[in-house]
């Protein structure tokens, strides 16, 4: 009897995963499986995925070379084949397979650098909003600064943000994305980054850890004066009339819930 037609797209589909199926195959796709053709066609898919990921993640690509990367990215391939027809959203959980993965080991702040890759991807995709006026908001300060306190910030769809406390990501991955000069000093500390999508296309620039907090408690809900007070909690230092303004110099607010 020959398979229902859900049964052969979805054992068609394992079989031309990279790796092949999982598990003992049924019989009518074993004896598919082993025609001389169907090779190309699991050869097929497998590119695909590894050209996926080489767009996705040309800063780690770049940092580890071909035979590294490509390692990697077929051996999260065969684990987490492509669930969405848009490539350009693969591979979301590649910083974490880097983490895992043995022959990385070496190298622990790969897997920030490709979180930045996956956030660039991420704010190019995110869906757009107006940005939060500045200056509307700084006249707001001006006449009723309890007001200003009372505002539900939020980040931008397109924002997007990262701290890493023990590793320099942000320059190593700026630096490729900008084909700065590579082997120039670096100052081994924690760095973070802002991502942000103002003009339909994605800048990034520094971003300190309480730059990051800010942004997080925004997300979260809180009014600005409480994501404000949780924030110097965290962080007694910081400036933040400085942090909002830079927050929104990059268009990392969105306007639209005041």
Same mark, same amino acid.
């Given at each position: ?45 497998? %590119?695909?995925?590894?050209?996926? /990921? ?55 702040? /790969? ?28 006249? /707001? ?17 397109? +924002? ?39 003009? #339909? ?15 997080? %408690? ?25 942090? /909002? +303004? %830079?927050?929104?110099? +990059?268009? #990392? ?6």
């Amino acid at each position: 009897m020959p398979p229902r037609l859900s049964h052969f797209q979805d054992g068609l589909a394992g079989a031309l995963r990279p790796g092949g199926a999982i598990g003992r195959p049924p019989a009518w796709l074993a004896a598919l499986a082993t025609q001389p053709g169907f090779a190309v066609y699991r050869n097929t898919v497998a %590119q695909g995925c590894l050209d996926a /990921l080489r767009a996705n993640y040309p800063t780690v690509h770049q940092l580890v070379g071909d035979d590294c990367f490509d390692g990697a990215a077929l051996a999260f391939a065969r684990r987490h084949p492509p669930q969405d027809g848009r490539l350009l959203l693969y591979g979301a959980g590649f910083a974490a397979h880097l983490a895992r993965w043995r022959p990385t080991a070496g190298l622990p702040y /790969l897997p920030g650098v490709a979180r930045l890759d996956r956030l660039w991807s991420e704010s190019h995709c995110a869906a757009d909003a107006p940005v939060a006026d500045a200056a509307a908001l700084a006249a /707001l300060a001006a006449r009723a600064p309890e007001a200003l306190g009372r505002l539900h910030l939020r980040p931008h769809p397109a +924002a997007r943000w990262l701290w890493c406390a023990a590793h320099p990501v942000y320059t190593l991955w700026r630096r490729h994305r900008e084909a700065l000069p590579v082997d120039a000093p670096l100052a081994w500390r924690g760095e973070g980054a802002l991502l942000t999508r103002p003009e #339909a296309a994605v800048r990034w620039c520094a971003l300190d850890a309480a730059g990051a907090t800010l942004l997080a %408690q925004c997300a979260r809900g809180p009014c600005l004066g409480q994501a404000a007070g949780a924030t110097l909690a965290a962080h007694p230092d910081a400036a933040l009339d400085t942090l /909002l +303004a %830079q927050l929104l110099r +990059a268009g #990392a607010l969105s306007s639209s819930t005041y």
